[in-house]
């Protein structure tokens, strides 16, 4: 059974950082790639940071520079470094993983995603 569990979601002041983590288990993702959507209030998911499997980076252009995407594969786990977070981060936070996962790839053709983790950004 594939699972992804994030974790790190807070309430923040603008201008904060956090670190989200995403911890799989129940299957071997070599060769997958992983990502980070969000889905702020009201609006679709949207894709955030993404990896794939030989470390390439991808980022949605408003997290280029303030987002830094990572994995420890000997821990299983994923992360996301936020910084200089903005009111407009607002947003459940997703962990994805599938054969392909970019930020622009449709949220309904990835296989696997965690339950989200929600970050509040106050100005």
């Known amino acids: 059974q594939v699972h992804l569990a994030e974790s790190g979601g807070v309430s923040v002041q603008s201008g904060g950082s956090l670190r989200l983590s995403c911890v799989s288990s129940g299957y071997t993702f070599d060769g997958y790639s992983m990502g980070w959507f969000r889905q702020p209030p009201g609006k679709e998911r949207e894709g955030v940071a993404t990896?794939?499997?030989?470390?390439?980076?991808q980022y949605e252009d408003s997290a280029k520079g303030r987002f830094t995407i990572s994995q420890d594969n000997a821990k299983n786990t994923l992360y996301l470094q936020m910084n200089s977070l903005k009111p407009e981060d607002t947003a459940m936070y997703y962990c994805a993983a599938g054969p392909i996962v970019m930020v622009t790839t449709p949220p309904s053709l990835i296989p696997f995603w965690g339950q989200g983790t929600q970050v509040t950004v106050s100005s």
């Open positions: 990896i794939d499997n030989t470390c390439n980076t």
